[in-house]
């Protein structure tokens, strides 16, 4: 455990932390995550996002370990995940990458290989996304605790099926990993703090963190953990190490 991982469990300011990087209280009532409760949200680990993708987010494939180990611990114990992912079908995209789609960008396509999520992160479950059950936004799943919701835009709260999922469930801790932590992953943390959900960014199993872009939700009582923390703190054992 890193110290300045150790300075978001107990809130003492480790030397060289970022400033702002340990929450105010260790015990704050109303932001300290229920691990052991929560719901594991994956963001955008799709084929074409990884190296070798018709477009590859630096770093992605790197986490992928460190996700397959989030996935293993959730699955084991049978807590809820879900994967959030991106479809690009007509002009119901992001303003920034309209025209590039618009002109036949082949990203995440719709029935493509290259929208499929990494397939080294749905070992034994059903992988393949139906994609008119997705673009409709409903919930598709993929195993006995595990779904996949279509995201249009960049927070996996928005115009999506997640909020109500989560509150069917009664989770009230989300934790955040995946693709690419400026982007979609920090949407999503904002509208999950908005929310007031509870919320644990795992800061080695998403791609494009940094010290400053941590500083940044760890001052809004977003806990930064590592995928070996979280997984002890959910399961009492160590990460599985493949």
């Given at each position: 455990?890193?110290?300045?991982?150790?300075?978001?469990?107990?809130?003492?300011?480790?030397?060289?932390c970022?400033?702002?990087?340990?929450?105010?209280?260790?015990?704050?009532?109303?932001?300290?995550?229920?691990?052991?409760?929560?719901?594991?949200?994956?963001?955008?680990?799709?084929?074409?996002?990884?190296?070798?993708?018709?477009?590859?987010?630096?770093?992605?494939?790197?986490?992928?370990?460190?996700?397959?180990?989030?996935?293993?611990?959730?699955?084991?114990?049978?807590?809820?995940?879900?994967?959030?992912?991106?479809?690009?079908?007509?002009?119901?995209?992001?303003?920034?990458?309209?025209?590039?789609?618009?002109?036949?960008?082949p990203?995440?396509?719709?029935?493509?290989?290259?929208a499929?999520?990494?397939?080294?992160?749905?070992?034994?479950?059903?992988?393949?996304?139906?994609?008119?059950?997705?673009?409709?936004?409903?919930?598709?799943?993929?195993?006995?605790?595990?779904?996949?919701?279509?995201?249009?835009?960049?927070?996996?709260?928005?115009?999506?099926?997640?909020?109500?999922?989560?509150?069917?469930?009664a989770?009230?801790?989300?934790?955040?990993a995946?693709?690419?932590?400026?982007?979609?992953?920090?949407?999503?943390?904002?509208?999950?703090?908005?929310?007031?959900?509870?919320?644990?960014?795992?800061?080695?199993?998403?791609?494009?963190?940094?010290?400053?872009?941590?500083?940044?939700?760890?001052?809004?009582?977003?806990?930064?953990?590592?995928?070996?923390?979280?997984?002890?703190?959910?399961?009492?054992?160590?990460?599985?190490?493949?």
């Amino acid at each position: 455990m890193s110290g300045c991982e150790s300075a978001a469990l107990d809130a003492s300011v480790a030397p060289g932390c970022p400033p702002g990087l340990a929450p105010s209280t260790s015990s704050d009532e109303f932001t300290a995550p229920h691990v052991a409760s929560s719901a594991l949200l994956v963001i955008d680990t799709q084929v074409d996002f990884l190296d070798g993708g018709a477009s590859p987010i630096a770093g992605t494939s790197d986490v992928l370990p460190e996700i397959a180990e989030l996935l293993q611990a959730y699955r084991r114990v049978g807590r809820p995940v879900v994967h959030v992912i991106r479809l690009y079908d007509g002009d119901d995209v992001d303003l920034v990458r309209r025209a590039a789609v618009r002109d036949g960008a082949p990203i995440v396509r719709p029935g493509t290989k290259g929208a499929q999520i990494a397939p080294s992160l749905l070992t034994g479950v059903d992988t393949e996304l139906d994609s008119d059950i997705l673009l409709a936004g409903t919930v598709q799943r993929v195993g006995e605790n595990e779904v996949v919701i279509w995201k249009p835009r960049w927070s996996a709260f928005f115009r999506t099926p997640l909020d109500d999922y989560l509150k069917q469930l009664a989770v009230e801790t989300v934790v955040v990993a995946g693709c690419n932590f400026p982007n979609c992953p920090r949407a999503t943390i904002f509208d999950a703090s908005e929310r007031d959900y509870r919320v644990v960014v795992v800061e080695d199993a998403t791609s494009g963190v940094t010290s400053e872009r941590l500083a940044d939700v760890v001052a809004l009582g977003v806990r930064a953990l590592s995928t070996e923390a979280v997984v002890r703190e959910l399961t009492g054992q160590p990460a599985a190490r493949s």
